[in-house]
C-alpha cells in the first residue's frame, strides 16, 4: 500500500514550491492514477475542490491513455485543456502518479511545460526513495476498528 | 489501494459501486450526498449523458471517523453499467480498494445481473487481482419493485463464491438499506487496512527494524524541522 512519510512529503512539497515559483503556476498536485491526491501546493479557487479535481484529472488522463492506446502510441506524454481564464496541464509522473498543474493568465504553458520536465524527474525521484525507504509504523488495529460505532456518523 | 498519509495523518480508501444498468448506483451516491454532514462531504460529481445515464462515473468524496487520530476517507465512484461503457469501468476500477455490488432485484434483470458480476471479475482480473482478496458486499436493490426475485434466489445467484459476503436488501430511492450498505464495505476495508497494516509492522520490525513507536518519533522529528 502506498505510504506517504512526512519526509516524503516534504520532498514532494519542496519539489512543486520550486516547480510553482519558477513556471508561476497558482497550483499543482500529484495525484494517484486512481484518482487520490497525494500532496498539493498553492491555491485555487476556494470552489475549486481538490479531490474532485483529482478524481476528474485522472479519469481525463486514463482516458488519454487509452486514445493513444488505440492509434499504436504506449501513452500521450500530456495533456492540456485551455480555458479564457484558466488552463490545466496534467503530465505522468511514473507509473502510477501524475503531476496537474492549474494557472493563468499570469504564466505560459511553454514555461509550465518546461519546468514540469524537471519536477516531474524529481518528483518520481522522491517518490520512488520513499517506496524503497519505507518505514512502517502502526496506524490504527483491527481492535480499534471493532470498537468503531459510526462511521459516518450513522 | 489504500493511501497512508502520515503528514496529514490521513487514510485514503476508493469505493466502486458496480452493478448493470439502471440498477441504482448513482441513487445509492446521491442519498447518500443528502444524508452526510456538509462538513463531511464534498460535492456530487456526475460526468451523465443528457438523459442522465452515467458516461463515465459519479465521484462522491467523504470523511468519516477518526481513529487513533488518523482521518479515514472514502472516495465513492459509480461505474457507467452500460455493457458499451467496459474500458470506462476498467479505468474507474484502478487502485479500487472496496466494491458494492448493486444487483437490480426484478425477475426480468437477473441475466444483466449474473453478466455484470462477471464482468466486475473480469475487469478485476485485468487488473492482476482477485475479488477474493478485494473486500466487497452485495447490495439488492430495487426492492420495492412489483416483480422482486426472492433474496434467498439472489443469494443462490451471486453470493455463491468460497466465502459468502454481507448482502443487504435496499431500496435506494428512499434510502433503505443505502448506509448499512456503506458501512458495511467501509468496516470490512478498515478491518482488512487494520490487518495488513499490523502485518506490515511485525515484518518490518522482525527484518531488524527499530520498533514503530521508535519510527513514528523519527518521522515526527522530521516533521518538526519543518
Known amino acids: 500500500m502506498p505510504i506517504l512519510t512526512i519526509h516524503a512529503v516534504n520532498q514532494l512539497l519542496e519539489g512543486l514550491e520550486d516547480f510553482l515559483d519558477k513556471s508561476e503556476a497558482g497550483f499543482a498536485m500529484i495525484i494517484d492514477r486512481g484518482g487520490a491526491v497525494l500532496c498539493q501546493q498553492g491555491s485555487i479557487a476556494e470552489a475549486a475542490d481538490p479531490s474532485i479535481i483529482a478524481a476528474l484529472a485522472a479519469g481525463s488522463f486514463a482516458a488519454t491513455k487509452e486514445l493513444a492506446l488505440r492509434i499504436g502510441e504506449a501513452e500521450f506524454s500530456a495533456l492540456h485543456q485551455e480555458g479564457e481564464h484558466s488552463q490545466i496541464f496534467i503530465c505522468g509522473v511514473d507509473n502510477d502518479t501524475v503531476l496537474v498543474t492549474i494557472f493563468g493568465p499570469q504564466t505560459t504553458l511553454g514555461l509550465v511545460r518546461f519546468y514540469s520536465v524537471r519536477t516531474v524527474k524529481r518528483i518520481a525521484a522522491a517518490l520512488q526513495e520513499s517506496r524503497t525507504n519505507q518505514r512502517i509504523v502502526p496506524v490504527f488495529s483491527a481492535q480499534d476498528v471493532q470498537s468503531t460505532q459510526n462511521i459516518f456518523g450513522r | ?226
Not at chain 2, 445515464?53 to 472516495?75: E, S
Not at chain 2, 458486499?137 to 426492492?143: A, I, M, P, T, W
Not at chain 2, 416483480?147 to 443487504?168: C, G, M, Q, T, W
Request: aromatic share 10%.
Open chain 2, 1 to 226: 489501494m489504500a493511501i497512508i498519509n502520515y503528514a496529514n495523518k490521513e487514510v485514503q480508501f476508493k469505493v466502486v459501486y458496480y452493478g448493470p444498468a439502471l440498477c441504482g448506483k448513482t441513487t445509492n451516491l446521491a442519498y447518500i450526498h443528502g444524508q452526510v454532514n456538509d462538513n463531511n462531504k464534498g460535492e456530487l460529481v456526475s460526468l451523465a449523458t443528457a438523459a442522465d445515464r452515467t458516461l463515465f462515473f459519479d465521484f462522491l468524496p467523504l470523511n468519516a471517523v477518526v481513529i487513533k487520530g488518523f482521518k479515514t476517507k472514502f472516495q465513492l465512484y459509480t461505474v457507467p453499467g452500460q455493457v458499451i461503457y467496459n474500458a470506462t469501468r476498467q479505468l474507474v476500477l484502478r487502485s479500487v480498494d472496496g466494491i458494492v455490488f448493486v444487483a437490480d432485484s426484478q425477475w426480468e434483470k437477473m441475466e444483466e445481473n449474473i453478466e455484470s458480476f462477471k464482468n466486475l471479475q473480469d475487469n478485476i482480473a485485468r487488473q492482476g487481482q482477485s475479488l477474493d482478496n478485494i473486500p466487497y458486499v452485495l447490495q439488492y436493490n430495487k426492492r420495492d419493485m412489483p416483480n422482486p426475485a426472492p433474496v434467498h434466489y439472489l443469494e443462490y445467484i451471486l453470493n455463491n463464491r468460497k466465502v459468502r459476503v454481507p448482502s443487504f436488501v435496499a431500496v435506494a430511492t428512499t434510502g433503505q438499506g443505502v448506509f448499512a450498505t456503506l458501512n458495511a464495505v467501509s468496516r470490512l476495508l478498515l478491518q482488512k487496512f487494520a490487518w495488513e497494516n499490523e502485518q506490515a509492522v511485525s515484518r518490518h520490525q522482525h527484518a531488524g527494524h527499530p520498533p514503530a513507536s521508535t519510527s513514528l518519533s523519527g518521522i515526527a522529528a522530521v516533521s518538526s524541522r519543518r
